[in-house]
C-alpha cells in the first residue's frame, strides 16, 4: 500500500520540522493526546498509524495509543453485577467500534475484547475504559438487568453528545456514582433512567444540561424515586419534556421552579401515573409554544390542586385527557376564556376561574 499521498493531506498542518518541535521534548505516550487536542481531525491517527514517515520523527510507536487512549482519553466505568451475573452489557455497541472498549474483569488486567465472555458469568466487579472515538452513549447500557451498581471513576472527557436510553431498562440498578459525569455537550436525554425501577434515589448537581433538547422520558418508570431535585437543570434549549416523569410513583412533590419552558413544544404526559403527588408549582411555566399536553396529569390520584392559570392554551393545544384519572375534588385553577376549549381534559372537576 503506497502511504506517501497521505503525508500530503492538509499539509499545512503536518509540516515534518514544525510536528517534531511541538513533540519533540514529550513522551511518546502523550504525543496522540497533544494532536488530537489541538488538530482535532478524525483521520490524524489513522494517517499517523500509515505513514512510515512522521512516526520516527515523532518518536511514536502507535502502539502507544493503547496506553493513551486507557489513560488520557478513557472514561473508566466499574461496574457491580447482582448475583453475581452481569448478562450481555453494551450490547448495542457497533461492532466496528468494540476495540475502543477495555474490559475487564474481578480487576484482571487482561483486556476483554469482546463484549462480553460467557465464562465470566461469576464475576464480582467489572472494569471498562472507553476510548476517545466514542462520541455517543445511546442505549449504551441498554436492558443491562444484572446490574446492580454503576460507579463512573473517571469521565474528563466532553466530546459524549448522546445519552438517551443510556441506563434504560436497568431493572435491579439500585446506585449509581455519577459525580464525575460530564454532560457539557450533550443534546439528547431522552429516557435515560427509563425503566430504572429499583433506583431510590440520584444526585444530578453536577449535570450540565445547557446543550440538551431533548428530556422525553428521562426519568420515566423510576418507581422508587422518593424525590428529584431539577435545581442544577438548565432546560433553556429543552424542546420536548413529554413523559419526563410517568409512572413515578412514589414522588410526592416536585420542584420545577428553575425549569425554563420558553421553548417546549411537547408537554404530553409529563407527570402521567405520578400517583402518589400530592402538590406540584408550575408558577414559572411558559407554555406559549407548547402544542401537546394530552394526558399530563393522568393517574395523579392523590393531586390535590393544580394551578395552570398562567398557562397559555389556545383551540390548537391538544389537552385531551390532561387530567383523567384524577380525584373527583382535584382543586383546578385556569384562565376563563380556556374553560370551553376542552371539557373532556377536565372532567368533573371543579373548576376556580382567574
Keep these: 500500500m503506497d502511504t506517501t499521498h497521505l503525508y500530503t493531506y492538509k499539509k499545512e498542518e503536518f ?4 510536528t517534531k518541535d511541538m513533540f519533540s521534548n514529550l513522551k511518546s505516550n502523550y504525543i496522540l493526546k497533544k494532536i488530537f487536542n489541538n488538530l482535532q481531525k478524525k483521520k490524524v491517527l489513522y494517517i499517523i498509524r500509515c505513514n512510515k514517515q512522521i512516526q520516527p520523527r515523532l518518536n511514536l510507536d502507535i502502539n502507544d495509543y493503547k496506553e493513551y487512549s486507557e489513560s488520557f482519553s478513557s472514561i473508566e466505568i466499574e461496574i457491580i453485577p447482582t448475583k453475581n451475573k452481569y448478562g450481555k452489557f453494551m450490547r448495542n455497541i457497533e461492532d466496528n467500534e468494540k476495540d475502543y472498549f477495555h474490559i475487564y474483569f474481578n480487576n484482571d488486567k487482561t483486556d476483554i475484547k469482546r463484549t462480553y465472555n460467557i465464562k465470566s458469568d461469576y464475576a464480582r466487579i467489572i472494569n471498562i475504559r472507553i476510548s476517545y472515538q466514542i462520541t455517543n452513549f445511546s ?65 444530578l448537581s453536577n449535570f450540565n444540561t445547557e446543550n440538551v433538547d431533548n428530556i422525553k422520558g428521562l426519568f420515566s418508570g423510576c418507581s422508587s424515586l422518593k424525590e428529584i431535585n431539577f435545581s442544577a437543570f438548565n432546560t433553556n434549549k429543552v424542546k420536548d419534556m413529554s413523559y419526563i416523569l410517568c409512572g413515578c410513583s412514589l414522588l410526592k412533590s416536585i420542584n420545577l421552579s428553575n425549569f425554563n419552558t420558553s421553548n417546549v413544544i411537547y408537554m404530553n404526559y409529563m407527570f402521567s401515573r405520578c400517583s402518589s403527588l400530592e402538590e406540584i408549582n408550575l408558577s414559572t411555566f411558559n407554555t406559549n409554544k407548547v402544542m401537546k399536553m ?61
Design 15 to 18: 509540516n515534518q520540522d514544525k
Design 294 to 354: 394530552n394526558g399530563m396529569f393522568y393517574g395523579c390520584s392523590s393531586l390535590k390542586e393544580a394551578n395552570i392559570s398562567n398557562f397559555q392554551i389556545n383551540k390548537y393545544t391538544e389537552i385531551n385527557g390532561m387530567f383523567f384519572e384524577c380525584l373527583d375534588s382535584l382543586k383546578i385553577c385556569i384562565k376563563k376564556q380556556f374553560l370551553n376549549i376542552n371539557e373532556v381534559a377536565f372532567e368533573k372537576n371543579p373548576i376556580y376561574i382567574f
Design 139 to 203: 442505549k449504551l447500557f441498554y436492558y443491562c438487568e444484572y446490574i446492580e451498581s454503576i460507579n463512573f471513576k473517571k469521565f474528563i472527557r466532553n466530546n459524549i453528545n448522546d445519552m438517551s436510553f443510556m441506563f434504560a431498562g436497568c431493572s435491579s440498578l439500585k446506585e449509581i456514582n455519577l459525580s464525575n459525569f460530564n454532560t457539557k455537550n450533550v443534546t439528547d436525554m431522552s429516557s435515560m433512567f427509563s425503566g430504572c425501577s429499583s433506583l431510590t434515589e440520584i444526585n
